[in-house]
């Protein structure tokens, strides 16, 4: 005589065990199933095996700062289709997509915030909005956030993530290389620090221009950093690539960046930065330039 009588459910068609959607998530990177809840508590880094997931903006803003933008600028410019662009998909449609899924008006948001207390002026991208792609009001965003700083005599803090230049805009898009790079020229003339955060992926006219002039430039781990994607390049020059080639830990080894941070040490880094390049206006030491 059994103790326990087995009792089997059967699911009728159509019917299906119910499990709260978006409690577990599966890294992308090494399979581990992971509690969202625990993923969140640690900074949207896998527990097993370091891999970043991606995060929005917001996100970005929240882990980095104290309190968000204490002032934000621009926060409604918005893209026009200047070249009534159409590929597979309407320019116009593009941008409202990218709007809808991200609940921002374009591909970044800048404004003032403090980092451990200090004044900065911060820029973020958000790779989910078109790719983080860079057309006429991304670039002139940032361009408008450097002359901020530079005017408020404060740091500034980028993080990217993005594709590159935004193709729907032809040559407009390029022409922001341009002008974000002659703005974070006389920032840099100014005698004020510029740290840029690289996060993945950070290609094209974004690495062109402003993600690889930092003082400082600073990248999360993992992350692909480069001009031409890998398979750009694999097919043009018709080699294999060695392992690893274009991510953060390669680029740090070849010389293009400074320092690779984990998501969750980057905003003590940045106050670390700070310290070195600002110092702290309450300690009484004036440093003049730095
Ligand atoms: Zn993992």
Redesign the pocket.
Known sequence: MGWFKKVRRTLGSGERLKVPKGLWTK?D????IIYRKELEANFHI?V????HFRISASEYLQILTDSGFVEEFDPRMKSKDPLGFVDSKKYSDRLKKGQDTTKMVEAVRTGEVRIGGYPAVMAVLDFSFMGGSMGSVVGEKIARATVKATERRIPLVILSSSGGARMQEGILSLMQLAKTSGRLAEHRKAGLPYISILTHPTTGGVTASFAMLGDVNVAEPGALIGFAGPRVIKETIGEELPEGFQTSEFVLEHGFLDVIVPRNEMKKTIIKLFDHLVGRHDSGTETGSP
């Open positions: 890294c990177k090494c399979g581990e896998c097993k095996c370091g891999y």
